[in-house]
């Protein structure tokens, strides 16, 4: 397996549904960037009154808030990756091939068959897959904008070890 191939299936997650990818992104990194602010641990406002109050013995350390510390590293992790895959999305609306083009150059080709948004094909161990190549995000390589009628066969090409990253060849498309 190459280790490429699982790097490439990961960013054609966002890539593939760029339009839904966009909305959950843009407003989860909202939440998760207010969540790793500092002083949003639970317990936090209520240590900041006892302080304006004087009700903090001056012997007592202060706690150590290592669930707080922890939710704030993981909140900033998951606002990072959200924000890889808002920008992954956003330019695959635009029409950028972020993951297609190595997906072409290095995936297996096969024939499958459209029904609608739906792909079709069957891999070369004999697994079938049925996977979605919508509207906003189409899987078609190298000319995103080819039109392809429905029912027809076509030739995609997928990622031996992740199937579910395929392009559909558009340079195979019959005129």
């Known amino acids: ?9 990961l960013l054609n997650f966002p890539a593939a549904h760029g339009y839904v990818i966009v909305f959950i992104a843009g407003f989860s990194i909202l939440g998760l960037f207010a969540l790793s602010a500092k002083g ?15 009700l903090v013995r001056e012997d007592a350390r202060p706690p ?8 704030r590293v993981v909140a900033r992790i998951l606002a990072l990756v959200m924000l ?3 920008v992954i999305g956003i330019l695959s609306l635009t029409g950028v ?6 997906i072409f ?36 390589y190298p000319d995103r904008d ?20 395929f392009v559909i060849d558009s340079s195979q498309l019959s005129e």
């Not at 397996?1 to 299936?9: A, E, G, I, S």
């Not at 150590?64 to 939710?71: K, L, M, P």
């Not at 091939?97 to 190595?102: D, G, H, L, S």
């Not at 739906?118 to 996977?131: K, L, P």
């Open 146 to 165: 080819a039109y392809i009628p429905g029912g027809q066969a076509v030739v995609v090409r997928y990622l031996p070890s992740h199937p579910q990253a």
């Open 1 to 9: 397996m190459n280790p490429m191939d699982t790097v490439f299936w």
């Open 64 to 71: 150590r808030d290592i669930a707080g510390a922890f939710v």
């Open 97 to 102: 091939p972020v993951t297609r083009a190595y």
């Open 105 to 140: 150059d290095n995936g297996r080709p096969t024939t499958a068959t459209l029904d609608g948004d739906w792909v079709t094909f069957t891999t070369a161990e004999g697994v079938r897959y049925t996977v979605e190549s919508n509207f906003f995000t189409p899987a078609v």
């Open 84 to 86: 890889g895959s808002l």
């Open 40 to 54: 949003v641990a639970a317990g936090g406002a209520l240590q900041r009154i006892r302080e304006r109050e004087g």
